[in-house]
């Protein structure tokens, strides 16, 4: 069965860059959101397997995001990090938010298939 | 080594400035020949000593810091002679005297890295004592021009403008802090007659001894300014009417004693004041000015050479 | 004007920015110990004339750090950060000093040129190019100098590009614009990195 994924990044470069670097069998169920609300709205209304989340966005950020959905418990859906604000605290918050795994930007390939593979997608 | 790097050595010793490379631990590695020169110190007698037994001048806590950003960050750092005059105590080279024995110095901190990680530091010294020297006095000279923006020509007191601006500030002090401040002014009597008498030059003598006079008899803080061709005006700060008044009665008796020498004629001169006092109802400082100017009109009127104090 | 940037380029400057803030402020972090919090840096091209006047007009006492840099392929510019007054005081801590170890100038300058040369080393690493820089130089608002110094740099410049930078390092909060005039040569030369970028996606 296809994972469906979801990017959250308010880049349309940032977007681009991590729907390049997902594997073939990840690319054909993707939906993008361009902020913490957006993302939050699509969760509510579909199933999402892996979301990308970016942290330094308008309106609802990264943090934010979390901090709903571990409030809400309202999602059983992976989350990965992909952030430009690589501080070691920050990336130890996301991880006790919820998220799996933290990777820095600009995401690299084989970081991406390293994370995906170590929590069970590939 | 490559032919290119066997001239390296001998072009750092060859430039005008110097070059120092210390290790992450602040030991000497190396330095060329201008800080061998001007330390007066051999390289192989130092080499591999701490920088701060080298020149135990330098600020030793802020250099630390100074160098563990550029080792931590990675980037060079700056140190120009205008926030430290110098770093090293060299003696510089320049003929002309500047305020200090010294060299002044612009410092560079540059990190040499292997491998992404910083090894070394570089520090790159400059002389610019002729810099320091000239920008020094060409703030000298600006300064002077600013000065003589304020300056009345003839009697090297306060010009019109300064002595308002000043009147300007003082009025809202004392407006704001509730302080006493007064105002004199005062007119030389028939002074049209004189410079008939006497000839322009004449006037401008008597002009220019009167500002003298007067100065000589006013404290530190009171402003004096040359209001108009003949007229004058002195501000007051932290005086009442009755302190005002004291002043102003001296200024008269001694104007009205002075002997002005001019070729040679001894002229005679007196002047008319008005005094006021700040208070209440001035809301501007020119309604001060005026309370001044109409009891000094009717000190005019009343005969001259005396003063008269406002309402 | 001559050297906007469409929409996608816009993009993928910003986003290059968002990457240099982020491994600046780090590396500001560690070398301040502290935390430093990051808000989305706002970014605009400002025409040259607008920004020259808006420098020298505001009222307020500003206080301004200017740095040149230059690197390969023509790649040069002068990097401005623009504080108001109020938040350049306590620096001297911040950096970690005792505050009569060094003047405010001093402080502000040291300051100034490590949020500089850390965002454009980081910067320049993505567009395959590398940096080098001149002594920063501190010009205040109260000098006539600020508009001169301006207009005598070495070289003409034709795009301010304006970073709005809010630091927040646990108590303290400071804000500073961080302008970097650029000219034509080198905007070219952004620009077809960026294409380059563009089209690796």
């Known amino acids: 069965m296809v994972s469906s994924v979801l990017i959250c990044d308010d880049s349309n470069m940032a977007r681009k860059q991590v729907i390049r670097s997902l594997p073939e069998e990840l690319s054909t169920d993707v939906t993008l959101a361009t902020n913490g609300l957006e993302a939050l709205e699509v969760l509510k209304n579909k199933h999402i397997d892996i979301m990308f989340l970016d942290l330094t966005m308008p309106e609802l950020d990264g943090v934010g995001v979390l901090q709903n959905l571990k409030e809400n418990n309202s999602t059983s859906c992976a989350i990965f990090v992909i952030s430009a604000d690589v501080q070691p605290e920050m990336q130890s918050k996301v991880l006790e938010l919820g998220a799996r795994a933290f990777m820095r930007k600009p995401v690299q390939v084989d970081v991406l298939v390293k994370n995906l593979q170590e929590h069970g997608f590939l | 080594m490559s032919g290119l790097e066997a001239y390296c050595g001998e072009i750092t010793d060859k430039l005008n400035c110097g070059i120092l490379l210390l290790d992450v631990d602040f030991k000497l590695v190396m330095w060329n020949q201008f800080l061998e020169v001007h330390a007066n110190k051999k390289l192989t007698e130092i080499s591999g000593q701490s920088i701060f037994s080298i020149f135990p001048e330098l600020p030793q806590r802020w250099f630390e810091r100074k160098v563990a950003s550029v080792v931590q960050l990675g980037t060079p750092s700056f140190c120009s002679w205008e926030q430290r005059h110098h770093l090293f105590e060299l003696p510089h080279t320049r003929p002309i005297t500047t305020g200090s024995e010294f060299m002044a110095q612009n410092c560079t901190f540059s990190p040499i890295k292997k491998n992404n990680i910083t090894e070394y530091i570089c520090i790159l010294i400059e002389d610019v ?127 009205n004693q002075a002997n002005i020498v001019f070729q040679k004629n001894c002229i005679k001169t007196s002047v008319s004041i008005g005094v006021a006092e700040l208070d209440k109802t001035d809301n501007h400082y020119e309604s001060l000015i005026s309370k001044a100017d109409v009891a000094l009109y009717k000190a005019k009127s009343s005969g001259r050479n005396q003063f008269c104090v406002s309402e | 004007m001559p050297f906007s940037l469409d929409e996608d380029q816009l993009d993928c400057l910003q986003e290059l920015i968002n990457v240099a803030m982020g491994q600046a402020s780090d590396q500001l972090a560690r070398y301040l110990d502290t935390f430093v919090f990051l808000k989305v840096p706002n970014i605009e091209l400002v025409n040259a004339q607008e920004f020259s006047k808006s420098l020298t007009s505001n009222n307020q006492s500003t206080a301004v750090v200017s740095q040149g840099f230059f690197g390969y392929e023509g790649i040069r510019g002068e990097a401005l950060l623009v504080y108001q007054h109020k938040d350049s005081n306590h620096i001297a801590d911040l950096l970690g000093y005792d505050p009569d170890e060094l003047s405010d100038e001093e402080q502000l300058i040291d300051i100034s040129s490590i949020l500089t040369t850390t965002f454009l080393n980081v910067f320049a690493s993505q567009i395959e190019n590398q940096l080098s820089y001149n002594a920063p130089k501190l010009l205040t608002s109260e000098q006539d100098s600020m508009s001169e110094y301006l207009d005598h740099l070495s070289f003409s410049w034709d795009i301010a590009l304006k970073v709005n930078i809010t630091y927040q390092v646990t108590d303290y909060s400071f804000n500073c614009d961080m302008i970097l005039l650029i000219p034509e040569s080198a905007i070219i030369d952004i620009k077809t990195v960026i294409d380059r970028i563009l089209e690796a996606l």
């Open chain 2, 129 to 255: 004592t002729d810099v320091c020297y000239y920008q020094s006095m060409l703030k000298k000279a600006m300064n002077d021009l600013a000065l003589s923006n304020r300056i009345d020509g003839l009697t090297q007191i306060f010009n019109r403008k300064h002595w308002e601006d000043c009147l300007a500030q003082e009025f809202a002090r004392a407006h704001r802090y509730d302080h006493k401040l007064s105002l004199i002014m005062f007119d030389l009597d028939h002074f049209k007659l004189l410079n008939d008498n006497y000839g322009h030059q004449g006037g401008d003598q008597v002009l220019i001894e009167l500002a003298k006079n007067v100065t000589s008899m006013l404290r530190l803080g009171d402003v004096f300014g040359r209001y108009g061709g003949e007229e004058f005006a002195i501000i007051l700060p932290e005086t009442d009417i009755n302190g005002a008044s004291e002043l102003a009665g001296r200024l008269q008796k001694s104007i």
